[in-house]
């Protein structure tokens, strides 16, 4: 079992950066693929970056390439999502995700590919 457990949220202004952060516990062999995904209002869930564990390789949605970092601290056991130069149409609800394997490529940002996720953490950005 694996248990995720997001924080970093909140309002802010468009332009302005917030870090996210998602504290893991559990099996390690059941979380060497972490990954980030949102859902706005009425849209799917959209995953926006993926690490691998062990290696520290990362993959991005093309939508957020050059403003989203992923990142980890092993020694926390915790990924962090830095988002700079945030847009109104940001806002949504994260969500960090976690699985045993996933897939290199844009695949791996596929929700399905997930077996643990998060409550959520709610990001609003106002213009």
């Known amino acids: 079992q694996v248990q995720l457990m997001e924080s970093g949220g909140g309002s802010v202004q468009a332009g302005g950066s917030l870090r996210l952060s998602c504290a893991a516990s559990g099996d390690t062999s059941s979380r060497r693929c972490m990954a980030w995904f949102r859902q706005a209002p009425g849209k799917q869930r959209e995953g926006v970056a993926r690490i691998f564990i062990y290696s520290g390789s990362t993959y991005y949605a093309d939508s957020v390439k050059g403003r989203f970092t992923i990142s980890q601290d092993k020694a926390k056991n915790t990924i962090y999502l830095q988002i700079n130069s945030l847009k109104p149409e940001d806002s949504a609800i994260f969500y960090c995700?976690?699985?045993?394997?996933?897939?290199?490529?844009?695949?791996?940002?596929?929700?399905?590919?997930?077996?643990?996720w998060g409550q959520g953490t709610q990001v609003t950005v106002s213009s």
């Open positions: 995700a976690a699985a045993s394997g996933c897939d290199s490529g844009w695949a791996g940002l596929l929700p399905s590919q997930y077996n643990y």
